[in-house]
């Protein structure tokens, strides 16, 4: 004699506890990665000012030359304060090797190496 079993329609309390648990897993890691990008991009506008910081004291040297008035340590972009360090050592063709290095408070910052001429230009 053959029983008829059939399969019931819909779920059972233990498949529904599964998928529950299987989704909130899901959840929290999606959650934890989204919050994760949060914090590095709000670090990309420090950076991206810093940069900009260094590309106008590289073109403040251009113009002025290495060797002039000495240029402020500091400055401020976007509300936010850059501290600038400026370092040059001569190259074997007589050219200026010069770091420039921009740092925000906040511990972001950008370099920028460039070869400048001993003298500015005219």
């Known amino acids: 004699m053959r029983r008829d079993r059939r399969r019931p329609d819909g779920l059972t309390l233990l498949e529904l506890a599964v998928a529950i648990l299987v989704l909130s897993i899901g959840s929290m890691a999606a959650l934890r990665v989204s919050d994760q990008s949060r914090l590095a991009i709000g670090g990309e506008a420090p950076r991206l000012l810093a940069r900009i910081a260094a590309r106008n004291r590289a073109e403040e040297l251009q113009l002025h030359g290495p060797v002039g008035a000495p240029l402020p340590g500091q400055v401020t972009l976007g509300g936010q304060r850059f501290d600038l360090d400026t370092s040059t050592e001569t190259t074997a063709g007589g050219l200026l090797r010069t770091t ?14 460039l070869y400048l001429p001993r003298e500015p230009r005219r």
């Not at 420039?100 to 190496?113: I, K, N, W």
């Open 100 to 113: 420039v290095t921009a740092r925000a408070a906040s511990g972001e910052g950008a370099t920028l190496v």
